[in-house]
C-alpha cells in the first residue's frame, strides 16, 4: 500500500497496404517502440530546424533559410553531427505525393526530396547501417548527399502560376555508423484547419506562384560596391533574393581581417599583433553589414531589468532613447547590452517599469560573418548571408601577388623585366622566409644619395649609401631594404636584388618582399625614374563599401502599354480547374473551391463583372501589392450565390487605362 508504479502506454499503429502488410509493419513499429522505452527515451535528435522562407514570382519560386541548423550539437552522440539540407516540395500539405521511396517490403518509409545540400566532409552516399540495424530498416538506408557543399537559397522553376505548393526544408545529421545511431531530420509539419487555412511552422511554406502587377521593375541586381580608397582589390556585388523584404536602407560593408580580429588563425597560440605571420600578412577573415539608416522602435520599460530588442548587435554609439513626450534620456540613464540586443535602466526610476519609450539605433544585421566566398576560415563558403532581402557576394584576393598588369616604370619605354617574389633561405645562422605583405610600392632613383641600406652586423651587412629609396604605399611609410648589387656596376642589373624588410607592430625588422631583374638588359636609373609596384591584395579592416538599395517600382508607361497582356485563366472555364483546392477538412458535402484568375493587373485595378444583361454581379479590387499582379474570382456573386454557366462580361479599371473583356462559364 501507499506504492507507486509508473507505467508507460504506447499505441502502435501499421500501414503499407493490406491487412498482411500492415501486421508485419504493426510488429516493426513494436520493435522500434520497444527500443524507445528501453533507451529511457533518449535517443539523439535531429539538428535545429532551419527558418525557411519563400518568395512568389512569376513561374518560379523562390527559398532561402537561415544556418542556424549547422551549430546543432547531439546531446547524446557529444559531438556537432549536422550533416545537410533536404528540401520537399508537394502540392498535399502532407507531402504525401512524395512520399515514395520504400523499404525492402514495398512499405514507403521516406519523402523524396527535391534538392538536396551536404557538407564537403567526405561523408557521402548511403549511411551504412550493420546488419542489426540494416534488418530493422527492413533493408531501407538514408543518403547523406553528394559532398556538393551547403547553399542557402534555391529557385524553382518548375511550378505553374495560380496553383498552390507547400515546400519544407529539413535538416539531417550523419549518425553513427559504428554506434549503430542511424540519421535523423526535422520534422515537417503544415496544419489545415477546418475553415481551410493553412498553418505553417518554422521550416515550412505555402506558395502561390504569379506574374507581378503590370509594368513591374524589379529592384536593380548584381550591383557593383564602390568605395572610395579600399586597400583589398577584390569586388563586393549585392544580388536580390527576396524583392519584397528589400528596405531600401544604406549599408556599410566592413571587414575585420588576422592582423586585429582576436583570433588565433594559425595555431600559433598568438594573436594580432603578438603573431608576425597575422599582423604583416593580413588576410580577410569576417565581414560585417551595418545598417546605417537605422530603425526607430518602442519598447515598455523593466525598470532595472533587460528589455530584449528585436535586434542584435546595435551599434551602441548610435543609441538614442526618448520618453513618451519626445524627450530624451540621457545616455548615463540606461545600460545597453549590443551584442544581444537589450537595454534597461541603471538605477530604479531611470526607465520606469511599465513605461513605453521610443528607441533608435543602427545595428548589424551581419555580424562577423566568415561565410565569404574562398575563405580559409570557414568549412562551408559557397554563398554569403542573406538580410533584408539582399546578398553580398565577394571576389576577394585571397592570393598575393604581383600585379603584372598594374606594375609599371614611370617610363613607359622600359619594360617590366623584373620578378617579386619570397626569399627562402639561411643568412648567417638565421633561417629566413619571406612574407607576402599585400602592399603597394615604390622605388624612387635619385641622381645622388638619398639612403641607406639596412646594416645588419650578424649578416655581415653594412650599411650602404644608395641612390635609391622604397616607399611603402600602403603602409605611407619608407622602408628598409638590403641591396645587393652583386657586379659592383652600381645599375640595377639582372644579378642584382632587392630584399624588403618592414617592422611588426613592435618595431622589429622582417624579411617580406625581395626583387630582382629578369633578362640581360642593365637599366640605367636616376632623377625622375620611378618603378611602381602593385599587388594583389585581399579586404582587410578599414576598407569598407557603402551601398543602398533600391525598392522594387512599378512603371506607369509600362503599365499602360500592358493592358493587352491581362488575360483571365482559365477561359472557357469548363466544370473545374487543376488549380483548384479540394474541400476544407469541415465541409463534408459539395465540390470543393472554384475559381477563375485575372492575371498580369495593374496595381489598384477595380474588376466589375456583368451578365450579358448588364446585370452587376460582383466588384473585386486588386490591392497595392506589387509583387502579385492577380485576383482571383470565386464564381460567386455579391450575394454569395453560385453564378449560372454562360458568358459574362467584365471592365477593368486603373489608374493607367481600361481593359474590357469577356468570360465564358460551361457546365
Known amino acids: 500500500a501507499g506504492e507507486t508504479q509508473r507505467f508507460s502506454l504506447a499505441l502502435v499503429y501499421g500501414e503499407g497496404g493490406g491487412p498482411q502488410v500492415d501486421t508485419i509493419d504493426l510488429l516493426r513499429n513494436r520493435e522500434t517502440v520497444q527500443k524507445i522505452y528501453d533507451s529511457d527515451y533518449r535517443f539523439p535528435p535531429a539538428p535545429l530546424k532551419p527558418t525557411l522562407k519563400a518568395v512568389a514570382g512569376d513561374r518560379q519560386v523562390t527559398l532561402y533559410w537561415d544556418r542556424r541548423a549547422e551549430s546543432s550539437f547531439d546531446p547524446v552522440l557529444k559531438e556537432y553531427d549536422f550533416e545537410g539540407y533536404k528540401i520537399y516540395k508537394a502540392t498535399d500539405q502532407n507531402f504525401n505525393d512524395v512520399f515514395s521511396i520504400t523499404d525492402a517490403s514495398g512499405t514507403p518509409i521516406y519523402y523524396k526530396p527535391l534538392a538536396q545540400f551536404d557538407l564537403k566532409n567526405d561523408r557521402k552516399g548511403y549511411f551504412r547501417a550493420q546488419q542489426d540495424l540494416f534488418q530493422q530498416s527492413r533493408g531501407a538506408s538514408f543518403y547523406l548527399g553528394d559532398d556538393t557543399g551547403l547553399q542557402h537559397s534555391f529557385v524553382d522553376r518548375d511550378v505553374e502560376n495560380g496553383k498552390r505548393y507547400f515546400y519544407a526544408v529539413v535538416a539531417y545529421d550523419r549518425g553513427n555508423e559504428g554506434s549503430d545511431i542511424f540519421p535523423k531530420e526535422n520534422d515537417k509539419r503544415i496544419d489545415l484547419l477546418p475553415s481551410g487555412e493553412v498553418n505553417v511552422f518554422q521550416n515550412t511554406v505555402v506558395v502561390i506562384p ?251 651587412l653594412i650599411g650602404v649609401p644608395v641612390k635609391f629609396r622604397v616607399w611603402n604605399s600602403t603602409d605611407q611609410r619608407y622602408i628598409d631594404f638590403v641591396f645587393l648589387d652583386l657586379n659592383a656596376d652600381d645599375q640595377l642589373s639582372p644579378a642584382d636584388e632587392i630584399y624588403f624588410f618592414e617592422p611588426d607592430a613592435h618595431g622589429a625588422v622582417t624579411l617580406t618582399w625581395s626583387l630582382n631583374v629578369i633578362g640581360e638588359k642593365n637599366y640605367t636609373y636616376g632623377k625622375g625614374d620611378t618603378l611602381f609596384l602593385y599587388t594583389s591584395k585581399p579586404f582587410r579592416r578599414g576598407d569598407g563599401y557603402t551601398f543602398q538599395t533600391q525598392l522594387a517600382s512599378v512603371d506607369q508607361a509600362v503599365a499602360a502599354a500592358d493592358l493587352d497582356r491581362i488575360k483571365v485563366v482559365p477561359n472557357p472555364y469548363v466544370s473545374a480547374t487543376a488549380h483548384e483546392l479540394p474541400l476544407p477538412p469541415a465541409i463534408t458535402s459539395g465540390r470543393g473551391e472554384r475559381k477563375i484568375d485575372f492575371i498580369h493587373l495593374p496595381a489598384h485595378a477595380e474588376i466589375r463583372i456583368f451578365t450579358t444583361r448588364g446585370e452587376h454581379v460582383v466588384t473585386l479590387q486588386h490591392d497595392d501589392n506589387p509583387f502579385d499582379g492577380s485576383v482571383s474570382w470565386n464564381l460567386k456573386t455579391k450575394e454569395n450565390l453560385d453564378v449560372a454557366a454562360g458568358i459574362y462580361f467584365y471592365v477593368i479599371d486603373s489608374s493607367v487605362g481600361q481593359k474590357k473583356g469577356k468570360i465564358a462559364i460551361i457546365k
Do not use: C
Not at 575563405?375 to 559557397?382: L, V
Not at 643568412?427 to 638619398?450: H, M, Q
Open 210 to 460: 504569379n506574374a507581378e502587377v503590370a509594368g513591374f521593375a524589379p529592384p536593380p541586381n548584381s550591383v557593383k560596391l564602390e568605395s572610395p580608397s579600399p586597400v583589398g582589390t577584390g569586388n563586393v556585388y549585392y544580388t536580390v533574393v527576396d524583392h519584397s523584404a528589400v528596405k531600401g536602407h544604406t549599408y556599410q560593408v566592413e571587414f575585420w581581417d588576422t592582423s586585429n580580429d582576436g583570433i588565433d588563425n594559425d595555431g600559433s597560440k598568438k594573436t594580432d599583433a603578438e603573431d608576425i605571420n597575422e599582423w604583416l600578412v593580413p588576410v580577410t577573415t569576417s565581414y560585417s553589414v551595418l545598417d546605417v539608416t537605422g530603425v526607430t522602435e518602442s519598447f515598455i520599460a523593466r525598470d532595472t531589468v533587460f528589455v530584449r530588442l528585436p535586434h542584435q548587435h546595435v551599434a551602441a554609439a548610435t543609441v538614442v532613447v526618448s520618453d513618451q513626450n519626445g524627450q530624451t534620456i540621457p545616455a548615463g540613464k540606461y545600460i545597453v547590452d549590443a551584442s544581444a540586443g537589450k537595454i534597461r535602466g541603471v538605477a530604479s526610476g531611470d526607465l520606469r517599469y511599465g513605461d513605453r519609450f521610443t528607441i533608435r539605433y543602427q545595428y548589424y544585421p551581419v555580424y562577423k560573418s566568415m561565410h565569404i566566398l574562398g575563405s580559409p576560415f570557414a568549412a562551408e563558403t559557397k554563398d554569403s548571408d542573406i538580410f533584408d532581402g539582399v546578398q553580398l557576394s565577394f571576389d576577394n584576393r585571397w592570393a598575393v601577388k604581383l600585379d603584372n598588369q598594374r606594375s609599371r616604370w614611370s617610363d613607359v619605354n622600359k619594360a617590366l623585366a623584373l620578378n617579386l617574389y619570397l626569399y627562402q633561405g639561411v643568412i648567417g645562422s638565421d633561417n629566413l622566409k619571406g612574407l607576402a605583405k599585400p602592399s603597394d610600392y615604390r622605388i624612387e632613383f635619385a641622381d645622388t644619395v638619398v639612403d641607406t641600406t639596412l646594416q645588419v652586423a650578424r649578416w655581415g
